[in-house]
T-cell receptor, first 115, second 115 residues
Framework: ETGVTQTPRHLVMGMTNKKSLKCEQH?????MYWYKQSAKKPLELMFV???????ENNSVPSRFSPECPNSSHLFLHLHTLQPEDSALYLC??????????????FGPGTRLTVT | AQSVSQHNHHVILSEAASLELGCNYS??????LFWYVQYPGQHLQLLLK??????LVKGIKGFEAEFIKSKFSFNLRKPSVQWSDTAEYFC?????????????FGGGTRLMVKP
């Protein structure tokens, strides 16, 4: 256990569905991240939130919509996905700024399959 | 654009063999360097990190890595591997600038240790 939880762990959705992935960190960190892990590709950073403000959007298609209501929770809203979006979606958190360790702690991921 | 290269995609070793996994990055500024490990079915976890100081850093489970600035490298080593080291290993680089706290990951190296 890293202190970062993700739900659901597995999700199968059709291309016309709308679903959301949830991430919660219990570490008191001030930054949260979404990554996409696909087979045979490097881990791709999707979004970064610092102090609940989005600071990075790594050219992610608009069918992925992040939301960070507070520093402990992060959501990824999904709609009209494509089969190539099937992947493991990882959430991470870190403590940034003075006194922070900067290392990122990862959740177990949500295995998404788009049919 | 910054990139992180792990040249060994798959490595197979027998128990007690020595391990060295290569990692090279392209960014010329100040960087923080990390090695993460992902055991089968588990989340990504930090093995070790380099921020400054002694370029030879020691991590958990007997792993160490050496930062060679002139070679833009941060190779991971272990003198004697065990079957339990079977996992995927990821090198990651964090740029130290105003661009935010982004980690760029290498493509990963799958290590299989035969008993």
């Amino acid at each position: 256990e890293t202190g970062v939880t993700q739900t659901p762990r597995h999700l199968v959705m059709g291309m016309t569905n709308k679903k959301s992935l949830k991430c919660e960190q219990h570490l008191g960190h001030n930054a949260m991240y979404w990554y996409k892990q696909s087979a045979k590709k490097p881990l791709e950073l999707m979004f970064v939130y610092n102090f609940k403000e989005q600071t990075e959007n790594n050219s992610v298609p608009s069918r992925f919509s992040p939301e960070c209501p507070n520093s402990s929770h992060l959501f990824l809203h999904l709609h009209t996905l494509q089969p190539e979006d099937s992947a493991l979606y990882l959430c991470a958190s870190s403590q940034e700024g003075g006194g922070g360790s900067y290392e990122q702690y990862f959740g177990p991921g949500t295995r998404l399959t788009v049919t | 654009a910054q990139s992180v290269s792990q040249h060994n995609h798959h490595v197979i070793l027998s128990e007690a063999a020595s391990l060295e996994l290569g990692c090279n990055y392209s960014y010329g500024g100040t960087v923080n360097l990390f090695w993460y490990v992902q055991y089968p079915g588990q989340h990504l976890q930090l093995l070790l990190k380099y921020f400054s100081g002694d370029p030879l850093v020691k991590g958990i489970k007997g792993f160490e890595a050496e930062f060679i600035k002139s070679k833009f490298s941060f190779n991971l080593r272990k003198p004697s591997v065990q079957w339990s080291d079977t996992a995927e290993y990821f090198c990651a680089v964090r740029r130290y600038n105003n661009a935010g706290n982004m980690l760029t990951f290498g493509g990963g190296t799958r290590l299989m240790v035969k008993p």
